[in-house]
Nanobody, 123 residues
Framework: QVQLVESGGGLVQAGGSLRLSCAAS????????MGWFRQAPGNKREFVAA????????SYADSVKGRFTISRDGTKNTVYLQMNSLKPEDTAVYYC????????????????WGQGTQVTVTS
């Protein structure tokens, strides 16, 4: 089992920045690929970013490329999502997820999910 706990969400003005963290406990963190997804009210969950077990491969949704950066720190069992130049349309609950293989943008491939953290961007 893997437990995932997100933090770092909040209220920010458009153009601002936030850094989300996802702390993992349980099974060996370094063996998991990690992803970030988000879901806005009334919308389906959508892929944001993913990183492989070593950190050497990353993937981003087109809507966040150039603004968001995913990274991981194996010494802290934590994955991060640095979000810059935030827009009101980035408002959503952000979830981190863990997969034992490279699931990339496919949410169905992730076995473990956190509870989510709210990000609200005001105009």
């Amino acid at each position: 089992q893997v437990q995932l706990v997100e933090s770092g969400g909040g209220l920010v003005q458009a153009g601002g920045s936030l850094r989300l963290s996802c702390a993992a406990s349980g099974r060996t963190f370094r063996s998991f690929a990690m992803g970030w997804f988000r879901q806005a009210p009334g919308n389906k969950r959508e892929f944001v970013a993913a990183i492989n077990y070593s950190g050497g491969t990353t993937s981003y949704a087109d809507s966040v490329k150039g603004r968001f950066t995913i990274s991981r720190d194996g010494t802290k069992n934590t994955v991060y999502l640095q979000m810059n130049s935030l827009k009101p349309e980035d408002t959503a609950v952000y979830y981190c997820a863990a997969s034992t293989y490279w699931a990339g943008q496919h949410g169905g491939g992730y076995e473990y999910w956190g509870q989510g953290t709210q990000v609200t961007v005001t105009s």
